[in-house]
């Protein structure tokens, strides 16, 4: 990257790589990997390279997010989520997700007028208790 290189990632992780490990060692490796990377990840945040990120459909990621489906249809499901996700079941993705962009700004522009300083999130379905919102 510091000679000008283009970088493709392409990322499809084990969700449940860590799980039987101690919160002291994946804390570990968590710290140890952003300080590793940081120069990497300062070049990104200044512009200063070309990187495309490329999150691929896995077949643990799709057991997980489609779990009642058959085994041999949950990856091409979750291709089709990410399709989705990614609005190119558009006919112009592009201007399709930057009129996602702009619906963003706006409801991030409404949320940060009413300075918020507490948020309380509860399960759907779950009965409320009337208490009243912040």
């Known amino acids: 990257m510091e000679a000008g290189h283009a970088v493709l990632s392409i990322y499809a992780n084990d969700p449940d790589l860590l799980k039987d490990q101690t919160p002291e060692l994946v804390t570990a490796i968590q710290h140890t990997t952003a300080t590793s990377v940081r120069p990497f990840r300062e070049l990104i945040s200044r512009n200063q390279t070309k990187l495309a990120v490329v999150a691929a459909s896995a077949a643990k990621w799709a057991a997980k997010v489609f779990p009642a489906m058959p085994a ?5 499901e979750l291709w089709r989520a ?53």
């Open 72 to 76: 041999d249809r949950q990856v091409d």
């Open 82 to 134: 990410i399709a989705r996700l990614c609005r190119l079941d558009q006919p112009n993705p592009i201007a399709a997700w930057e009129t996602h962009l702009e619906a963003l700004a706006v409801r991030a522009a409404h949320l940060n007028r009413k300075q918020y300083t507490a948020l309380e999130v509860q399960r759907a379905g779950h009965p409320a208790d009337d208490r009243p919102s912040r």
